[in-house]
């Protein structure tokens, strides 16, 4: 029964990763080794991350928040960005669109992170006695930490790949990417700062993950438009 | 206790949404598993378990994992995979009793005893219950514990304290009972675990008589030529759960005035003009419950001109929860000149401090096991000896030896008091030859007056330490405080180690960790599937139209049997 369980949280948790990838054009042009190769920049990525944070960042034995550290923790959090640059510029990709690539990119970010970060915490938790919703939250979390990457993905490529943008939509495009990229510090804000319950912040989260996907995918259409 | 087993999880997430790797994944990995996650963890206490002659008492089985369910049960459903939660202020005896002689099967018993008699929070709540309420526990303690002693009970029985989160727990399985869903696994509601290991048979368990002596003052020479009186009390307990049976009364009472009566008499005796003719022989004996094993071997091990120096015995039993009369038990017919001459020196000092002593008599049956009384275990060896004893008759075997009942809130500090300047003025006035005069000796306000916070202070320990026999250990440190004490007092003292012999086998596992989990029932599972199969599907058709278009999502479907028309 709890096995049953368990097996449901890890449909709500990477289900969507599958789905999106069956669904959308990614799998009739074979993308897979594009999402692994993300995949293996974001454990890279992650890595240095440690790196950095084990160097920098004092352990803190109360749970409160610490503005300096956070602003620390945030800066931190950039590493991702960069990883997403060398994922989306770097990586020899075979000859697929640039709509295609950041899709793929994104796509096995996501992933990569869901399964670093959840399905410890799952195997573990969710197969016990004990029924909280805390899994089931988590599931969702991990829906929106996918739309986030794919946004954030989507707001990379055309930072770097797309050269002939209109210049008007520049600002704003660098904006939504600064903000998608905060969002670890700005949940963790709420957590811990606002003192926010599991079920609002997942609310949050779900919430302008579909915001942010929103603006993204027209700004990405806005710059399609010259082109097309 | 642990609250909120989900909150750690969650804290463990967060950790490793900070650390971001996967060695603090490695970590959590290792952390996780020793975390329990229940929604509570409580301490129970097991059901004493034992054998007479190899007949098999007390509940036999510690694990438990069963769901929860309530007094409020429905009356259709099968309860031998239930555990039923059962406060003890709500507990219809009837309905337990009817249970368990009918040998009914039970997934386990779980008895909520109140606050109140949480001997780690003496003195906490006891203001808020009446006088007629606490006598109402009392009595339904008292049965409730005669019951399940005298039971072979096959599934695990466990004592609990109550407490908020117990409360909360109880309230809602209350409620699923109301709404008349049995609980099983198919809906949800509340499991009981408890993993302890198969109780294992206690080896041999050991007792311990702790002795200490007072010497009186030699006339010529030999000590041993001065007559001996012996104040005795058996310090071990009996009860349905032997993790909580401290005997406040039966004999925390005893061991507390034997132990003042020490330290009274010490004062006297360590000035020379004031010791008397006689030795002081205190014992506090083990084993009291099973016939006073301790006593007989105690007894047994002293050489011949020792016995039969002993002028007389008091033994203290119960003697701190009465209001005005005692009882001396002797089963030596009262016109013996000896036990009248005992008897009169109670009953005259008795009525001086304004209360009543009776006399009772019961012969000894020497070809019955059963003793019934400390005083008998001389009275078998010709020694005089009397017990003082609140009780009227007789307890039967293993009753009246402090149960779950017998708390520190139904002591009375006076009635112990009383009861030492009792004892301690007859014995100091046939020391001093004062029989029948009225002089107090130990009067308060005196430098020899009975002392209320020591009696005070070491009754609150005893309410507080389990001191069931087999379970005790090699040195514990209650047999250490107490040959301490009793060294501080008498000039020589010593502790003997005893084999409990006779028909008594005990298991061990007294105490264990009970862990409450709120489990969702497998209906709100397959519903969660439902939900979320529906949810990706309906997220496939929205991705797959958006980015496909709607003909490719229906072409599809229809791919197939169009690739099988073409091979036909």
Known sequence: MTVFHFFNCAILTFGPHAVYYSATPLSEYDTLGTCIKAALVYLGTALVKLVCLATFLKVSENESFDPYQELLKALIGFVDVAGLYFALTQLTHRNISQNHKFQAVGLGWAFADSVLHRLAPLWVGARGLEFTWDYILQGLEANANLVLSISLAALGSLMWLRKNKPKTLIPIIYLCAGIVATMPSITSYLRRGLGWHLPKVVGFELFTSLVMAF?????????????? | MELKGGGTVYRQCQVLESMYSMIALVFILVT????????????VYRLIQYDISGVPFGSR???????????HFSPAADLSRTVLMIPVRELNITFVREYIAQRRPLGGLLFFLP???????????????????????????????RLVIHANIPYPVYFAFEDDDINAVLADVKKNDATGQPTTATTGGYKLVVSAPEPKKV???TIMNIQGWLSGLEADGDTNQLPTIAIVASYDTFGAAPALSVGSDSNGSGIVALLEIARLFSLLYSNPKTRGRYNLLFGLTSAGPYNYNGTHKWLRSFDQRLRESIDYAVCLNSIGAWDNKLWIHVSKP????????IFEGFSNVAQELGFEVNLKHKKINISNPRVAWEHEQFSRLRVTAATLSE???????????????????????????????????SIARHIYGHQGKNIQIFADESSLAVNPSYVNAWLDILSRTPRVAPFLLKNDPLVMALKKELADHTDQVNVQHEVLDGMFTFYDSTKAKLNIYQVASVTFDLLLLLVLGSYLIVLFSFLAITTKGLDDLISLFRRPPSRKMKTA
């Open chain 2, 61 to 71: 089985l510690a694990t438990l994992n069963h769901p929860a369910a309530s007094m």
């Open chain 2, 32 to 43: 996780c598993v020793e975390l329990g996650d229940a929604a509570a963890v409580v301490d």
């Open chain 2, 203 to 205: 080896a041999s368990p």
């Open chain 1, 215 to 228: 603006i993204s995918w027209q700004l990405f259409a806005a710059c399609q438009r010259p082109s097309a």
């Open chain 2, 115 to 145: 606050q109140m008699l949480n001997f780690a929070k003496i003195g906490s709540k006891t203001g808020s219950y009446q006088i007629y309420e606490m006598e109402l526990l009392k009595t339904v303690l008292g049965e409730l514990e």
């Open chain 2, 391 to 425: 009780l009227s008759v007789a307890p039967e075997l293993l009753e009246s030896t402090g149960g779950l009942s017998d708390n520190r809130p139904f002591v009375n500090d006076t009635a112990i008091i009383r009861s030492i300047k009792l004892v301690a003025e």
């Open chain 2, 334 to 341: 009262p016109e013996n000149a000896y036990i009248k001459q």
